[in-house]
């Protein structure tokens, strides 16, 4: 089991202390010591002020501060925790994917999503009604534009004619794509495009919101992995390459006084036995040193014992 945190800008505003070099160092430095494998940052290069209102956050962009991060590790996993794909144009996603994978040693994974704001879709000049289309076609362009060479590419919305672009990722073939949501259509875009599949706990007002599907159990998640693994097979793609990652229902949060290591470890079993291969780990973001403190603990009550 490997384990991942996302820089805890959890609230706007946000606390200015975790939004600086010196914080973001802090942190990074901390997760690689503590033996954390990923660590990765949001993507909402234009949220509205009222999704922030009710209860939305702040956000750095990924590949600047994932970058910073990079100087500052030297095992650390790179994972955006999502890049919305549809906000940008692959080619560019995909140049700057390769320069952060071959400036960190081949560090990086392009964890990506669909996106379900309309107003920051708006305000960015894309289409809502056509992220899932934006999205494919995004998907089918990286993975070629980072292995090919004199790339062409005739799309509904991208077209190129022989587009080398270099240097290339450090990784081969090329970086890890992981795909986030929780919906079939996720799980058929894994099976077709991606290295991972990362779907989220999300009840059903979470769901309503965020336009995807219910996981509000262990059960729904095994469904989930159940179907993945059968679309898998209908493509012909090796499942047990495919990481999936998740958080622990169990435990409590590692951040509050009553976490309950113990309890934490048996969930992690029960998540490995359905093929969870991640675990996303929450942080606070109340402050710098409790985020660090929790970092810490963790690694001791848990990274330690496994």
Same mark, same amino acid.
């Given at each position: 089991?490997?384990?991942t945190i996302?820089?805890p800008?959890?609230?706007?505003?946000?606390n200015?202390?975790?939004?600086?070099?010196?914080g973001i160092?802090?942190?990074?430095?901390?997760?690689?010591?503590?033996?954390?494998?990923?660590f %990765?940052?949001t993507d909402?290069? $234009?949220?509205?002020?009222?999704?922030?209102?009710a209860?939305?956050?702040?956000?750095?962009?990924?590949?600047?501060a994932?970058?910073?991060?990079a100087?500052?590790?030297t095992?650390?996993r790179?994972?955006?925790?999502?890049?919305?794909?549809?906000?940008?144009?692959?080619?560019?996603?995909a140049?700057?994917?390769?320069?952060?994978?071959?400036? #960190?040693?081949?560090r990086?994974?392009l964890?990506?999503?669909v996106?379900?704001?309309k107003r920051?879709?708006?305000?960015?000049?894309?289409?809502?009604d056509?992220?899932?289309?934006?999205f494919?076609?995004?998907?089918?362009?990286?993975? #070629?534009?980072?292995?090919?060479?004199?790339?062409?590419?005739?799309?509904k919305h991208?077209?190129?004619?022989?587009?080398t672009?270099?240097?290339?990722?450090?990784?081969?073939?090329?970086?890890?794509?992981?795909?986030?949501?929780?919906?079939?259509?996720?799980r058929q875009?894994?099976?077709?495009y991606?290295?991972g599949? /990362?779907?989220?706990?999300?009840?059903?007002?979470?769901?309503?919101?965020?336009?995807?599907?219910v996981?509000?159990?262990?059960?729904?998640?095994?469904?989930g992995?159940?179907?993945?693994?059968?679309? /898998?097979?209908? @493509?012909?793609?090796?499942?047990?390459?495919v990481?999936v990652?998740?958080?622990n229902?169990?435990? %409590?949060s590692?951040a509050?006084?009553?976490?309950n290591?113990?309890?934490?470890?048996?969930?992690?079993e029960?998540? $490995?036995?359905?093929?969870?291969?991640w @675990?996303?780990?929450?942080?606070?973001?109340d402050?710098?040193?409790?985020a660090?403190?929790?970092?810490?603990?963790?690694?001791?009550?848990?990274?330690?014992?496994?």
């Open positions: 089991m490997r384990f996302t820089h800008m959890h609230s706007h505003p946000y200015p202390e975790l939004v600086s070099g010196a160092a802090a942190v990074a430095a901390a997760a690689e010591e503590a033996g954390f494998h990923g %990765g940052f909402h290069p $234009a949220p509205s002020q009222r999704w922030l209102q209860g939305g956050h702040d956000a750095l962009d990924p590949f600047v994932l970058g910073f991060a100087a500052r590790t095992k650390l790179l994972i955006p925790n999502i890049v919305v794909l549809p906000y940008r144009n692959p080619f560019v996603v140049k700057s994917g390769a320069t952060l994978d071959l400036l #960190s040693g081949g990086f994974t964890a990506v999503g996106g379900y704001l920051e879709f708006a305000a960015l000049g894309v289409n809502f056509e992220r899932a289309e934006l494919e076609e995004a998907l089918a362009v990286i993975r #070629s534009v980072w292995t090919s060479d004199d790339l062409s590419f005739e799309g991208f077209t190129a004619r022989g587009i672009a270099h240097p290339r990722p450090a990784s081969q073939p090329h970086p890890p794509i992981w795909i986030g949501g929780n919906t079939a259509a996720a875009r894994v099976a077709e991606g290295d599949w /990362c779907p989220f706990p999300a009840p059903a007002g979470l769901a309503r919101t965020a336009g995807t599907a996981i509000d159990s262990m059960d729904r998640l095994a469904q992995i159940d179907d993945l693994r059968r679309r /898998c097979d209908a @493509v012909g793609k090796d499942w047990s390459a990481d990652t998740f958080t229902f169990e435990g %409590g590692p509050s006084e009553g976490f290591a113990d309890a934490f470890l048996g969930g992690l029960k998540l $490995a036995a359905l093929g969870v291969s @675990v996303q780990v929450g942080l606070p973001g402050s710098l040193a409790h660090v403190e929790t970092i810490d603990r963790f690694g001791t009550t848990v990274i330690d014992v496994i």
